[in-house]
Structures are given as C-alpha cells and as structure tokens.
C-alpha cells in the first residue's frame, strides 16, 4: 500500500504534460487502493471475529493500516497535489476513509494525523460552507480527546486552518474570528487540565457555529443519555461528564 501510495503521489507531482488529463483518475484509483487496504467494518465480516484474542488482532490490523493511509492522506493534501480537482469527486470518500479509521481508534498518532487530515480537507476550495463546518467540527472535537498530545495536535490544526480560511469563508464577524484564533493559540492543549480544553472546545464550537456531533444510540443506552441530558440542562454539561 506504501509504495503504490508512494507512486501514485509521484505521479501527480510530475510535470508531464498528460498528468492534468488523468489527474482525477489517479485520485480516484489512490482513494480506491487506500480504501481496500482497510479492513472490512460491515456486520458480517464482524461476526466472524468471535475469541478476544481475534477482537485484538482486528484492532490492531485497522491501527497497523490506518495510520499509513492518514499520513498519505495528510501528504497529498499538504503538498497541494488536489487543489484544482472538485472536492465534489472524492472528498465524501476521503471523509469518510477518516471517520471510519479514528472510530474507536486509542492511538495517538492516527488520531493525529485525523486531525490534520479533516483540517487540510476544510482547506480545499470551492467547498460549500456546512462541509467545510463539519470537517472543522470533526477536528475541534478532538480537542477534547483523552490523550493530550491529541488535544495539541487537533489545536494546531485549527488555529492553521482558521489562519488559512479567514472569516470570509467561514462566514463570522472580524472579532468572532479574533476570539476563534485566540482560543486556538492560548488554550494549553496538552496540560493537565482537561477541563480547560473541553471549555475552549466548546466556545470553538459556538463561535465558529460549528455542528454537533450526532450520538445514535437505542434501548438503555438512549434512554440514559437522555436522563442525563435532562439533569444537566444542557449539550455541553453532558459532553463534559462524557470526557469526549
């Protein structure tokens, strides 16, 4: 998966004249291999795993994967190698490729590169505002992580987000933005206090008027969320109780 990676990015790095003329099928194929490289997540490749000992293996199996498909990712992006193509073509596939690698993932560097990836992809121009919002609310929600140098590294990569948007694109007032980059910049990420980092996140949230992330659950699970929903009043006493 590497070297194809590897390739593919080299590819699109040339200066032969025939690369813009199958750019798009060269990103299509790249975000085809990175996504045949994960392991299979649908109900019937999960009931095949049954011991604990498998349950380990599969997890670590999406850690050993993913974080190479993150990293390329993030270097395709970083590099600027998408730019001129639509995001339109295959940044619901990318998203997704993300969403799907960090869900239940513990490991710091994966989580890491997350961020950086679904910050780089709320860069891509001509990318409609509640797209761009939601990318940006997938990395501000890592700020509150568990692990500090998660909460440092999605920090970072919101306060160069918001630097390269500007409040044009994010469609917010000059002092709401001034407040946004001074949230993201002075907030210590990674000390101890996690608190203080689930208190900026969400006034990063409000600020931006950035969306929630939406909680599916059923039976008793539901119905004592919603229980402690009502005792605290409100969305955010409830994610703070939550550590997420």
């Not at 795993?49 to 190479?68: C, D």
């Amino acid at each position: 998966v590497r070297a194809a990676a590897t390739a593919l990015t080299q590819a699109l790095r040339s200066q032969d004249p025939r690369v813009p003329a199958c750019k798009a099928a060269i990103v299509s194929r790249l975000v085809q291999m990175l996504e045949d490289s994960q392991p299979a997540t649908n109900a019937a490749a999960a009931m095949t795993v049954t011991s604990s000992s498998n349950n380990k293996s599969k997890k670590s199996e999406l850690g050993r994967l993913g974080i190479p498909t993150l990293r390329t990712m993030d270097r395709l992006l970083q590099e600027g190698l998408l730019q001129d193509l639509s995001p339109a073509e295959w940044i619901g596939s990318w998203a997704g490729m993300v969403r799907r690698i960090l869900r239940g993932c513990q490991q710091p560097a994966a989580l890491q590169a997350g961020a950086s990836v679904y910050a780089q992809l709320s860069l891509l121009p001509a990318l409609p505002l509640p797209q761009r919002q939601s990318l940006l609310a997938s990395t501000t929600m890592l700020t509150g992580h568990g692990y500090p140098s998660v909460r440092r590294a999605a920090g970072e990569a919101i306060y160069l987000a918001l630097l390269a948007l500007g409040p044009e694109q994010l469609e917010i007032s000059e002092d709401d933005f001034d407040l946004l980059l001074t949230l993201s910049m002075t907030t210590p990420w990674d000390s101890d206090n996690k608190a203080a980092a689930l208190e900026a996140r969400e006034q990063l949230l409000q600020v931006a008027k950035l969306p929630r992330p939406v909680m599916v659950k059923t039976g008793k699970a539901k119905a004592d969320s919603e229980n402690k929903l009502a005792d605290h009043g409100n969305y955010g006493d409830l994610v703070r109780e939550a550590g997420y």
